[in-house]
């Protein structure tokens, strides 16, 4: 059974960092390209960025780019995203999403319980 | 970055009834290699996380019923539920992931009438 366990989550004010991880198990985690995703409080669906099985390709939107830095350990099976320069804006709760293939051109097939991200003074 | 639009926003249906929801992406999401559409849909209900409905614009996901499906190409697409249940409560997504930022649409509220 796939899980996607993310982590990391609390509360930091403006301007601070925060590290979110996520825990997967059930597949073979190296051949799969990885996700975040987030979804502010009562709004939509925001892709953030993902990265392919193999960790050769990176992409990010726009609004997080220069500020979060995606990485995975593929001995580990983790995910993580490192966010940086924090704004009351990436206030969310963020998805760890798995792709379905190994690079990002792919949908996502199986979503974490998200954690919540709360930038407040 | 290719924006997506859908319509409507919100849609109140009687149990029974055929729902509708369309996409529309700003450039085609048909790669024209492979043929296929890199468009897919997303069921979020409260609290839980998106739920995938439909991929490649019109493959339904294994486990999900066959009342959902999944039309269109190049740049519009629909998410058609042909008999609507009281469990199909939930806000829609599409997505494209034809190139990152892979964009979602902004959801549409489906509400039993």
């Known amino acids: 059974e796939v899980q996607l366990l993310e982590s990391g989550g609390g509360l930091v004010q403006p301007g601070g960092s925060l590290r979110l991880s996520c825990a997967a198990s059930?597949?073979?985690?190296?051949?799969?390209?990885m996700s975040w995703v987030r979804q502010a409080p009562g709004k939509g669906l925001e892709w953030v960025s993902g990265?392919?099985?193999?960790?050769?390709?990176?992409y990010y939107a726009d609004s997080v780019k220069g500020r979060f830095t995606i990485s995975r350990d593929n001995s580990k099976n983790t995910l993580y995203v490192q966010m940086n320069s924090l704004r009351a804006e990436d206030t969310a709760v963020y998805y760890c999403?798995?792709?379905?293939?190994?690079?990002?051109?792919?949908?996502?097939?199986?979503w974490g319980q998200g954690t919540l991200v709360t930038v407040s003074s | 970055d290719i924006v997506m639009t859908q319509s409507p926003d919100s849609l109140a249906v009687s149990l029974g009834e055929r729902a509708t929801i369309n996409c529309k992406s700003s450039?085609?999401?048909?790669?024209?290699?492979?043929?296929?559409?890199?468009l897919t849909w997303y069921q979020q209900k409260p609290g839980q996380p998106p739920k995938l409905l439909i991929y490649?614009?019109?493959t339904r996901e294994s486990g999900v019923p066959d009342r959902f499906s999944g039309s269109g190409s190049g740049t519009d697409f629909t998410l058609t539920i042909s008999s609507l249940q009281a469990e199909d409560v939930a806000v829609y997504y599409c997505q494209q992931y034809y190139t990152p930022p892979c964009t979602f649409g902004q959801g549409t509220k489906l509400e039993i009438k």
């Open positions: 490649w614009a019109s």
């Open positions: 450039q085609s999401v048909l790669y024209s290699s492979n043929n296929k559409n890199y």
């Open positions: 999403a798995k792709c379905s293939g190994g690079t990002c051109y792919f949908p996502f097939d199986y």
């Open positions: 059930g597949f073979t985690f190296s051949s799969y390209a």
């Open positions: 990265i392919s099985g193999t960790d050769d390709r990176i």
